[in-house]
């Protein structure tokens, strides 16, 4: 039986490695991409999230490498592993992220916000260099890196968070120029997505929390996952330092 008959696509050919892509945003990422035809390995820290992810996404196409994302051991593993089941990195999604403080940043633990840009920040910037050195350096690729609109304008009570995100835009131009023309580098800075991380902005609210939003919604993992399989694909071959918003309008109404 061919994929075709089996209602899924054919193979492309193409690998992604998407970092928390056991739920959530990361899970839309990697559901967008096998849906037309990739491979994709998922990471996470929960293994029993991650198994459950797999089988849902497709064990036959789908690798879990369980880890948290700031542990360079974990990052090396999950690369390795990566190069040694499909051959090759084409695509890299860094989705993986924390929030683990709501107050004023003045207040901030300063180990707290170790731990928040060590997962948003230098997790990304080591899995950039891992697959860079692995597979893109000589084969080309695309990446794309998860910032937010939090770290587009001020973000009160989640400021750590903001700034993570701010240097994610950041980190983005910068490998974007540093690693064209091989790799092209964007980011998507989404607003409220529907999901578990998020919960706490909308939950029991949610009419309220999309009020302010002109496309009457929040939004949801799926529309993150299209525009990050547009950005990796070849209809996006002369986009990159770019970062995307993907807010339903929200920054529309930022001046009124």
């Not at 050195?133 to 009160?156: D, F, M, R, Y």
Request: proline fraction near 3%; glycine fraction near 12%.
């Amino acid at each position: 039986m061919t994929a075709q008959d089996s209602g899924r696509p054919e193979l492309s050919g193409k690998v992604a490695l998407v970092t928390g892509g056991s739920r959530g945003i990361g899970h839309g990422i990697a559901e967008a991409l096998v849906a037309r035809g990739d491979r994709v390995v998922i990471t996470g820290r929960n293994e029993d999230a991650l198994k459950e992810a797999v089988d849902k996404l497709g064990a036959d196409r789908v690798l879990g490498v369980a880890g948290k994302a700031h542990d360079e051991a974990h990052q090396a593993v999950a690369v390795e592993r990566t190069m040694e089941t499909f051959g090759r990195i084409d695509y890299l999604v860094n989705n993986a992220g924390t929030n683990p403080v709501f107050g004023p940043i003045a207040d901030l633990d300063l180990n707290v916000a170790r731990k928040v840009f060590e997962t948003n920040v230098l997790s990304a910037l080591g899995f950039a260099q891992r697959t860079w050195h692995a597979w893109q350096k000589e084969n080309g690729g695309a990446i794309v890196n998860i910032a937010s609109i939090a770290g587009l304008n001020a973000s009160p009570f989640i400021g750590a968070y903001g700034v993570s995100k701010a240097a994610m835009v950041n980190l983005t131009l910068q490998f974007a120029h540093e690693l064209a023309p091989l790799v092209r580098v964007n980011a998507i800075a989404p607003a409220v997505v529907k999901t578990k991380f998020a919960a706490a902005l909308y939950e029991n609210r949610e009419e309220e929390a999309a009020a302010g939003y002109p496309m009457a919604r929040l939004g949801v993992p799926e529309d993150i996952g299209g525009a990050a399989a547009f950005l990796l694909s070849d209809a996006a071959g002369w986009i990159t330092g770019q970062t995307l918003v993907v807010d339903g309008g929200l920054f529309l109404n930022a001046g009124v």
